[in-house]
């Protein structure tokens, strides 16, 4: 690590300690040339895979963009943005412990629907009905009886 005022490489750690979310380290140092102290930030980096859109075009991951989904679905629900963006981490864990560096956006978008599936019935309804491009009502209600069924059985 360069020390931000000598730019020397040589320095110890004084202080580690973990942020609140658990995800990065903060460590206090010390320049071991002119004792100048400062502060770096370790975060571990995810390496997401590339999506293979249906029409053949490859995007990043992008994390926003599922989360602007799900917000759409879950509007007007009793649904909290901590429980929203929970849901994102799975979807994103999901992806990263496939290990692919490519996987078709099929796949990531049937992750978001079961997540759904579990989380509140509406939500999921109208992101699979938007996602899975119902050609007309029938479908539709078949989608709609499947979850009835399930609710159902659920209570026997």
């Keep these: 690590m360069k020390c931000p005022s000598c730019s020397n490489l040589e320095n110890k750690v004084i202080d580690s300690r973990l942020n609140k979310e ?13 004792g100048e102290r400062f502060t770096t930030y370790e975060r571990i980096e995810k390496t ?6 249906q029409d053949g075009r490859r995007e990043e991951f992008d994390r926003e963009k599922v989360l602007a989904g799900i917000k759409k ?14 849901l994102v981490d799975r979807v994103e864990q999901y992806c990263q412990e496939r290990g692919e560096k490519e996987m ?6 049937e992750k978001v629907v079961q997540e759904l599936y579990q989380l509140d019935d509406v ?12 050609k007309d009502v029938n479908e539709f209600m078949v989608e709609l009886k ?11």
Excluded: N
């Design 22 to 34: 658990g995800d990065s380290t903060r460590r206090r140092r010390e320049c071991l040339s002119c």
């Design 123 to 134: 939500a999921y309804v109208r992101f699979a009905s938007v996602y899975r491009s119902f």
């Design 146 to 156: 499947d979850i009835l069924k399930h609710k159902e059985d659920g209570m026997k």
């Design 48 to 53: 997401l895979p590339f999506l293979i859109k």
């Design 104 to 109: 078709s956006a099929v796949v990531v978008g």
């Design 73 to 86: 679905a879950c509007q007007k629900r009793p649904i909290s943005i901590q429980e929203m963006e929970a």
